[in-house]
């Protein structure tokens, strides 16, 4: 249902910017978790950022402690694009970002915000074929 592109990425100074891009294509119109995932060498893939819609379209936005106050993620009204805005970069944050789209079912607005099943790769159904971002000197 879903087919998702990541762009932005590449190599980068420790304090500088990236901003990925992640195209979404969808075939049936649904109400989607966008998220954002990287994986660094030898690591298992790790939770980002997030951005959904409620039906009356609330917004609401979720970060990785490590990320918070340094990224950005924000998408349009149509929701067929994500961003990343990454400020600050460090060392750490090179890896691998995947986009990654789920879709909630019956899960209540309430149960997203709260619950830690969304920020697990595991509940997270399509993805793209990630983007590379390194930070280096």
């Known amino acids: 249902q879903v087919r998702l592109e990541e762009s932005g990425g590449g190599l980068m100074q420790p304090g500088g910017s990236l901003r990925l891009s992640c195209a979404a294509s969808v075939r049936t119109k649904l109400t989607y978790i966008m998220a954002w995932f990287r994986q660094a060498p030898g690591k298992e893939r790790e939770f980002v950022a997030r951005?959904?819609?409620?039906?009356?379209?609330?917004?609401?936005?979720e970060y990785a402690d490590d990320v918070k106050g340094r990224f950005t993620i924000s998408g349009d009204s149509a929701e067929n694009m994500i961003y990343l805005q990454m400020n600050s970069l460090r060392d750490e944050d090179t890896a691998v970002y995947y986009c990654?789209?789920?879709?909630?079912?019956?899960?209540?607005?309430?149960?997203?915000?709260?619950?830690?099943?969304?920020?697990?790769?595991?509940?997270?159904?399509?993805w793209g074929q990630g983007t590379q971002v390194t930070v280096s000197s």
């Open positions: 951005l959904w819609w409620t039906n009356d379209y609330t917004r609401y936005m």
């Open positions: 990654a789209a789920a879709t909630p079912g019956t899960a209540s607005a309430d149960y997203i915000r709260l619950s830690d099943s969304f920020r697990q790769k595991t509940s997270y159904g399509y």
